[in-house]
């Protein structure tokens, strides 16, 4: 009888030990405490160019190329998981990219543009963020939360306001060109996600200095620094926040 106790403990033992071996781990995909999701939106893609310059330039390859620099440079500060709305070229709907943005449950979505403007003096550069008071009422189905999903930014745009004007700073400490600054803004993008959103229009196309430096490898990974470094300040900003005692009731 007692061999035959010590044999059943012995097989129960041998079986918590295989499933502890086999069972799924966890906590291994699940995301440490502190890290946040980047969404990189490069803009246009595929028949959709965005702006053209001379010599061929097409917006939607540079945005591209500043989307992967970004992703690097955030994916090596071991704080931050980034996604790209597209990784190649070729087209994606605005409401395909609010969608994956979403659903990959994005922390913070960046959308990089370029203009097209043709002026004698350089565009600069301007970060958007939607604001409710441009906002159009447009009426749209509900989102998985039962709220139409053309409102879903009303609960982000204050932390989107900040995020545009940590990246309006960075980029001017980053860079020798003039900026419209920080503005608001009802663009479709912006006003679809859940998360704190901003658009960013790096110069223009047909300006000739603005084209040059836009292709430029060493501008390039300017801009992408100048872009991580708002997202972490962001992100420890985020958690000062947080972590910050509740005001006493007096």
């Not at 291994?28 to 053209?52: F, M």
């Not at 605005?94 to 960046?110: T, Y």
């Not at 993008?189 to 960013?200: E, K, N, Y």
Request: proline share 7%; hydrophobic share 40%.
């Amino acid at each position: 009888m007692r061999n035959d106790l010590r044999y059943l403990v012995l097989v129960l033992l041998s079986l918590i030990v295989a499933g502890l071996c086999f069972w799924p781990a966890a906590s291994l995909s699940q995301e440490p405490v502190g890290i946040i999701k980047v969404i990189v939106d490069p803009g246009h893609g595929g028949q959709d160019t965005g702006a053209k310059g001379t010599g061929g330039l097409a917006e939607k390859n540079i945005t591209l190329t500043l989307a992967r620099k970004l992703v690097q440079l955030l994916e090596t500060t071991g704080t931050v998981r980034a996604v790209l709305s597209r990784t190649d070229d070729y087209k994606v709907s605005l409401d395909d990219r609010a969608g994956l943005a979403n659903h990959r449950g994005g922390d913070v979505l960046i959308s990089l543009h370029l203009g097209d403007f043709f002026a004698p003096v350089p565009a600069g550069f301007t970060v958007y963020y939607w604001s409710p008071t441009i906002s159009s009422p447009i009426v749209s189905p509900p989102s998985n939360n039962g709220q139409p999903w053309d409102q879903v930014q009303g609960a982000f745009w204050e932390q989107s306001r900040k995020l545009a004007t940590l990246m309006q700073q960075e980029l001017s400490l980053a860079l020798p060109w003039s900026s419209e600054g920080v503005l608001q803004t009802d663009l479709y993008l912006l006003r679809r996600v859940q998360m704190p959103a901003v658009l960013i229009e790096l110069g223009s196309l047909n300006h000739p200095e603005e084209a040059a430096a836009l292709q430029k490898p060493r501008f390039q990974e300017i801009v992408a620094r100048a872009l991580a470094e708002a997202i972490i300040k962001f992100r420890n900003m985020q958690e000062k926040e947080l972590l910050a005692p509740e005001p006493k009731p007096e």
